[in-house]
């Protein structure tokens, strides 16, 4: 029987399959050339590759930012008015801008439990450029430590409050002092009166006894933390698991948690009490891990706010050319514990059925401050109670001047076929942020106090900060490119192999594979060229060509109507 058929049949079989190993090697190691990402879909994390901890972190570790750091003071226009009850009239002074440098000092590192630890080294420069005015401005505010002082005092009994007066009245304390900023920030100035009660009760209530927003904070460091390098479990990368040694925090516990009837012990506000102090899965607002999608929270603790900070998914934003994700504060974070009973520990002095908690917008940090009438807002009561702004002339809340946001470099698509390649944007790396807070103090009147008498009972605003870091243009114009072709495993950027359009792989093992593809497709183009060749040269086409009284045509005519009529039958 004649073989041509069946070689021919066998060619014809190895280039088919030269031609689909070149599609499979273009598709699994064929870069991109442009930004064409999908972010919605969901990414393959499980493989992270064999590197140290210590190789992890150092990736990590010194991302190159350019921070800010903007402070506004509510300058009074009106002090006498507000002592007679009426209420106040606020301008906004600033900002005054600093330049912020952190500086990431490694203390240890624990690859049995998957951790770093370390500390930030935080220094602020004066930005002249972006400030409007300067450390020798005079500004009116509002006297924060001998408001929070009559507080105090107003609590104490009759006897005791006699003798503190006695003592306060050698003093020339007003609601409103006038200062210069850097004495108000960074500079500090000494308080008599505060030294004095210090003295007394036995309390420190400020560092050498000098007041200062900032003072102490300039070229120093920032407490310590632990974090999960995500060796393990990519996906618990950047998750604290201690601060200053600390598991979780020591100062919310349930509101009035002495009185028994506060609580059922069943009830879903109880559940609450022990959130509030969690540290753990919490990002240090620079480090998160690999998969974020749109559903998530991310949960940022803010050490300085004494809290953890639950994040959602606002939109899709773009930083020059890549894509990231907007997570933002909601609402309902600083909202009210009778709506929201998972805020309920954050109200130390709630009264009958929580009547005494701030409205949405706001909420006390006394357990955690020496300062018992102190809250915490977002600037000019955005996102807060109506009744805020109603108190107080001169706030005008912006949704793009005062909102809390992380933007994050996203997840781009893992194909099912092959996952190793498509991974290489699961970085989780922060474009941008912008930390705002407002501090704020509860003026009350007092009674006992004859300059508190008929003051309006409200929520004060004092001043407020604004932290922003942004990713530099060399570190974005790297991550741009990286994120166009090259792969990146959550070990790191790895060096192309391949330019144009081979694409680049990013392992030994990923060279070696792709290199025994092209071999393979080498070794069989030559095999089935020739096989075809022979098996067109075999068959001459006699059939159709030879002549009439040529006997070998007429043979191999009737062997193929042979052998296609037994086709038939079977």
């Not at 990713?471 to 990146?488: C, H, P, Q, S, T």
Request: glycine letters at 6%.
């Amino acid at each position: 029987m004649n073989k041509q058929p069946l070689l021919l049949c066998v060619s014809i079989f190895l280039i088919l399959v030269l031609v689909v190993t070149g599609l499979v090697v273009t598709r699994r190691f064929g870069g991109r050339s442009s930004l064409d990402l999908d972010y919605d879909a969901e990414v393959d994390v499980e493989n992270v590759g064999n590197v140290t901890a210590a190789t992890l972190w150092d990736l990590h570790r010194d991302i190159k930012t350019k921070n800010k750091f903007k402070i506004y003071l509510f300058q009074v226009l009106n002090p006498q008015a507000v002592l007679e009850g009426e209420n106040p009239e606020l301008k906004e002074a600033g900002p005054f801008a600093y330049n912020q440098k952190k500086t990431r000092v490694t203390l240890g590192i624990y690859e049995e439990s998957d951790t770093v630890r370390y500390k930030d080294h935080v220094t602020y420069h004066f930005n002249q450029a972006e400030s409007k005015g300067n450390d020798s401005d005079i500004v009116t505010i509002i006297n924060m430590p001998w408001v929070g002082l009559a507080q105090e005092v107003s609590r104490m009994s009759a006897f005791s409050r006699f003798i503190v007066m006695a003592i306060v009245s050698r003093y020339s304390e007003s609601v409103f002092m006038t200062r210069p900023v850097g004495e108000l920030l960074f500079g500090g100035f000494y308080h008599e009166l505060i030294s004095t009660f210090s003295g007394i009760t036995g309390e420190t209530y400020m560092p050498n006894n000098t007041f200062g927003f900032l003072y102490g904070r300039n070229d120093t460091f920032l407490d310590s933390r632990e974090v999960n390098l995500g060796l393990k479990n990519p996906l618990h990368f950047g998750h604290t698991r201690k601060w200053k040694g600390l598991k979780e925090m020591e100062w919310w516990s349930r509101p009035n948690s002495d009185d028994s009837d506060w609580f059922d012990e069943e009830s879903s506000e109880d559940k609450h009490k022990n959130t509030c102090n969690q540290i753990s899965e919490s990002s240090d607002w620079s480090l998160f891990h690999p998969g974020i999608n749109k559903e998530e929270y991310l949960s940022v603790f803010a050490d300085d706010l004494c809290r953890n900070l639950k994040l959602s998914f606002e939109k899709e934003v773009n930083l020059q050319g890549v894509k990231g994700y907007r997570f933002t504060v909601p609402r309902s974070e600083y909202g009210n514990p009778k709506n929201h009973p998972e805020n309920s520990c954050y109200c130390t002095q709630p009264g009958e059925d929580m009547e005494d908690c701030p409205h949405d917008g706001v909420y006390q940090i006394n357990a955690c401050q020496k300062a018992a009438s102190v809250l915490i807002s977002h600037p000019h009561f955005y996102n807060g109670d109506k009744t805020y702004l109603q108190n107080v002339k001169g706030l005008n809340p912006k949704l793009e001047h005062h909102q809390t946001f992380i933007d994050i470099e996203p997840v781009r698509k893992a194909q099912k076929l092959f996952p190793i390649i498509d991974h290489s944007s699961i970085t989780g790396q922060v474009l941008r942020y912008a930390k705002r807070a407002q501090v704020n103090l509860h003026l009350r009147p007092l009674k006992s106090i004859t300059e508190f008498n008929k003051v309006p009972n409200m929520i004060f605003p004092v001043m407020w900060t604004e932290e922003t870091a942004e990713m530099d243009d060399d570190a974005l114009v790297e991550l741009k490119a990286k994120l166009a072709g090259k792969k990146f495993t959550f070990s790191g950027f790895q060096p192309p192999v391949l330019v144009n359009h081979l694409g680049f792989m990013s392992s030994d093992s990923e060279r070696s594979r792709f290199w025994m593809g092209v071999t393979g497709g080498l070794l069989i183009l030559p095999v089935g060229l020739v096989g075809l060749f022979l098996a067109l040269k075999g068959t001459n086409w006699s059939s159709k060509f030879s002549h009439p009284n040529d006997t070998e045509g007429v043979e191999f005519t009737e062997m193929l109507t042979e052998g296609q009529t037994s086709t038939e039958i079977v």
